[in-house]
């Protein structure tokens, strides 16, 4: 495993839970070595936890003494937008909460959410799952013309009490019940959700931090970006060593990581 060359850095891509945070408990030295270095990097801020807005992450970021703002945030919704404004779509039934809904309609004015003559099912985090959500979009599903989409892949949400059923879950029940899976999930690991950060920094200038393997290292390696291994959240050491290629770096905390 090689070291990682700070001084050729520019922009640090973060995840959110289990780099940062586990639910709502802070890993303090996570918090404090962004803020250490908040004037010497670009840090961006990404997580495909699509439950929550990014107004709703930076209150909470700011709560924890990190001085986020939104324009700092990359989020699967961006690329979602821009597909459903690439297809000319303009009716979707959404399995979402109240706060995806409402940041996908300040990206997407024109969008109706409905599930009358909708032309998508969106699938995102919804922490507010009913069965009457499952049903409906259930059966829009049975129509092939009906697009399928997907916010993300993670099978769960990681929580201080354990993993939650998250997108990756969900979409095991609807193969289950309709048949269907979709036919574009964004977010990590696809690496469209680093267009804002490409659009401005080099490749080598650009390290991506994370403690899943299956999000986070894939997509600094479908990126073709450094990536950092924190085990303070979902991966362990010994899923590391499994991989068949290992991270650029790998250490207990993100704190441990940043320059000091």
Not at 3 to 32: F, H
Not at 185 to 204: E, H, M, T
């Amino acid at each position: 495993m090689s070291t990682l060359d700070w001084s050729q850095k520019r922009c640090i891509v973060l995840d959110m839970d289990g780099t940062i945070y586990l639910g709502s408990n802070p890993i303090t030295p996570a918090v404090e070595g962004i803020v250490r270095n908040w004037e010497r990097f670009d840090f961006r801020f990404l997580s495909n936890n699509t439950s929550h807005s990014p107004a709703s992450y930076v209150q909470k970021l700011n709560g924890m003494g990190i001085p986020a703002r939104l324009d700092q945030f990359v989020t699967p919704a961006e690329p979602l937008v821009l597909h459903l404004e690439a297809l000319g779509i303009r009716r979707a039934f959404l399995v979402g909460n109240d706060d995806f809904k409402t940041y996908l309609h300040s990206l997407m004015p024109s969008l109706l959410f409905t599930a009358e003559e909708a032309e998508c099912v969106i699938l995102a985090y919804d922490t507010d799952l009913t069965y009457a959500k499952l049903a409906t979009s259930a059966l829009l599903l049975q129509n092939t013309k009906v697009h399928f989409f997907a916010t993300h892949p993670d099978l769960v949400c990681p929580s201080p009490k354990g993993p939650l059923p998250d997108v990756g879950s969900f979409l095991a029940l609807y193969k289950t019940a309709t048949g269907r899976v979709p036919e574009k999930i964004f977010g990590k690991p696809d690496p469209a959700i680093l267009a804002p950060v490409f659009a401005r920094y080099a490749k080598s200038q650009v390290v991506m931090c994370g403690d899943r393997l299956s999000t986070d290292k894939a997509l600094a390696e479908n990126a073709g970006i450094d990536f950092i291994l924190v085990l303070s959240g979902e991966a362990t050491a010994e899923d590391a060593a499994r991989e068949k290629r290992a991270p650029t770096l790998m250490v207990d905390n993100l704190g441990l990581a940043l320059p000091h």
